[in-house]
């Protein structure tokens, strides 16, 4: 075989010799690299290729510490978790070996020497081969890629777990340093040691209040640009106030009080004339900004009803319902390359806002109330965690492979690596072949309605987009999936409205719901700050 040629198929450095005269004896038998150089005086010289450290570790699997059926402590969680990445690391390696060895088996097929004892056929058939088991590799290097990326999150998450615990541990000594005994203590505010105590509720009883005006002051997506025809009129409720959509005579689509100024008639009963919505009681026109453009049969009047900024971006329509002034730039809703959009779907649902997202932001919830639907036959893990950074509203679910975000005022975005049906567990979503992607719009139009935005994607599957009748099968599965929560969700709503708290006790897999409420109390607080008092989540 050609050193040469073996060198750059695995991108090795190679020294040529004086003589130029050199040949390269089969390596990579298990390991990687001695190349064997004919010197000067014609013996073999024997160099070890510098890449070969890369690949001389040792299993770590031998050394791990044996903890099966025993609870660990968290620094005995923390040396598994290395043990995890030293594994993980030692796995990626042997994968990129295989490629190298792979590469090699394709330098020796072409080989020009060994061409004359085989045939085309033989030729093609090896190469083809060798791209399959290319390519597997490839796969499995990036499948390993994503298991250290996951350990490495994990790891962060342990790190931070022990460094929290030992400031605690050594607050906590602190403080029993600096409390007074019985028989001196006689100041009130060194006395209650209960305050010290991490609140572990959040109160959300009783009827739903008026929406605070700082929760308007967002971008809300309250349409898909698909349902709003030229010809169209679309009715919405926002923070309980009447609204309907429209387009104007530039196609653009505008949002004006769902009121006529004249007798208050409801304007979505009227129609579209040339770009102005059109009042069925006695014909009055408005245009997208709410000026009223025809009044027949009177003397006409300078008349001007309430509109809201409304802009058309991706595929969305959004609106600003709040007094101050909006923001420049509209969030980005779009699913993550590669996948396509397959279903959009809107429905009116009869429960408060806030109790939708905390269902939508809960997937511990999952194997109990969805085995009819996309968790039959899931089995009930010993644990469920959301691992996320601190105060952040993002990240992914354990043991579950989804990645899952809630992106203010009111939308959650999640990631589904799909694997076997009814088996989640054991790989993150990056480590999954095929995704579902999915958006959830939950617009307050009342204190006890949702209007719900869905849009379903996929990165796979494209030809789904072209089978007939196929947005009525998402419909029926979005509806069936929906109806398992809406009879809990209704029921957790009468209660609350009668003076039961829904949010008693919350656990580490409640995480994301709980920032969630945090985000909207520190936003109605007029502060963007959220609270940490519930830092015992992550314990």
């Not at 739903?208 to 679309?234: C, E, I, R």
């Not at 979503?429 to 209007?451: F, G, I, M, N, Y």
Request: charged letters at 20%.
């Amino acid at each position: 075989m050609s050193a040469i040629a073996t060198a750059a198929a695995l991108s090795l450095p190679i020294s040529l010799s004086r003589s130029n005269n050199f040949h390269a004896r089969k390596c990579l038998r298990g390991g990687v690299g001695v190349f064997a150089i004919i010197g000067e005086e014609g013996g073999l010289v024997e160099r070890k290729s510098p890449w070969t450290s890369l690949f001389d570790v040792e299993d770590p699997r031998l050394k791990v510490p044996q903890y099966k059926g025993k609870f660990l402590d968290v620094n005995q969680a923390l040396e598994v978790a290395r043990y995890d990445i030293q594994y993980c690391d030692w796995k990626a390696r042997q994968d990129v070996l295989t490629i190298m060895l792979l590469h090699e088996k394709v330098v020796e097929v072409l080989n020009p020497l060994a061409r004359e004892f085989k045939s085309i056929g033989t030729l093609r058939k090896e190469l083809a081969e060798l791209q399959e088991a290319l390519a597997q590799a490839h796969n499995q290097v990036h499948i390993s890629e994503a298991r250290v990326s996951t350990a490495l999150d994990k790891l962060a998450y342990m790190e931070t777990l022990v460094t929290d615990k030992i400031l605690q541990d050594r607050n906590t000594t602190g403080s029993e340093l600096l409390l007074p005994t019985p028989s001196t203590s006689s100041s009130p505010s060194l006395a209650p040691a209960k305050s010290r105590q991490p609140k572990r509720s959040i109160n959300v009883s009783g009827p739903v209040q008026p929406y605070n005006d700082h929760l308007k002051n967002f971008w809300y997506p309250v349409a898909f640009s698909a349902g709003l025809k030229d010809d169209t009129m679309m009715p919405i409720d926002c923070f309980e106030e009447p609204w309907v959509l429209f387009r104007g005579k530039d196609g653009k689509p505008g949002c004006v009080q769902n009121t006529c100024a004249h007798r208050a008639c409801p304007l979505h009963l009227g129609s579209i004339n040339e770009g102005r919505i059109q009042c069925p009681y006695h014909g009055w026109e408005y245009s997208t900004d709410g000026k009223c453009e025809k009044m027949p049969s009177t003397k006409f009047l300078n008349v001007k009803i309430k509109a809201l900024p409304c802009f058309e971006q991706e595929g969305m329509i959004w609106i600003w319902p709040g007094n101050d002034p909006p923001t420049a730039n509209l969030p980005s809703l779009l699913p993550p390359s590669g996948f396509q959009i397959h279903a959009e779907i809107v429905m009116e649902l009869p429960v408060e806002h806030g109790l939708l997202l905390d269902n939508l932001l809960d997937l511990a919830h999952a194997p109990f109330t969805h085995t009819s639907t996309f968790a039959k036959g899931w089995s009930v893990p010993s644990l469920v965690k959301f691992l996320t950074p601190a105060s952040s509203l993002q990240g992914y679910w354990d043991p579950y492979p989804i990645d899952m975000e809630f992106r203010p005022p009111c939308m959650v975005l999640s990631t589904i690596g799909i694997s076997k049906p009814g088996k989640l567990e054991g790989q993150s979503a990056r480590e999954c072949s095929t995704h579902l992607h999915q958006l959830h719009v939950c617009l307050p139009s009342s204190r006890q309605k949702t209007r719900l935005l869905y849009r379903m994607s996929l990165d796979f599957a494209p030809i789904l987009k072209h089978v007939p009748f196929m947005q009525h099968l998402w419909r029926h599965f979005a509806d069936k999936v929906l109806n398992e929560d809406l009879r809990l969700v209704l029921g957790q709503q009468e209660r609350m409205i009668n003076g039961a708290n829904v949010w008693n006790l919350p656990v580490s897999y409640d995480k994301l719901g709980v920032r969630y409420r945090l985000w909207r109390d520190s936003v109605e607080r007029g502060s963007k700050e959220i609270q940490s008092q519930y830092n015992f989540l992550d314990q």
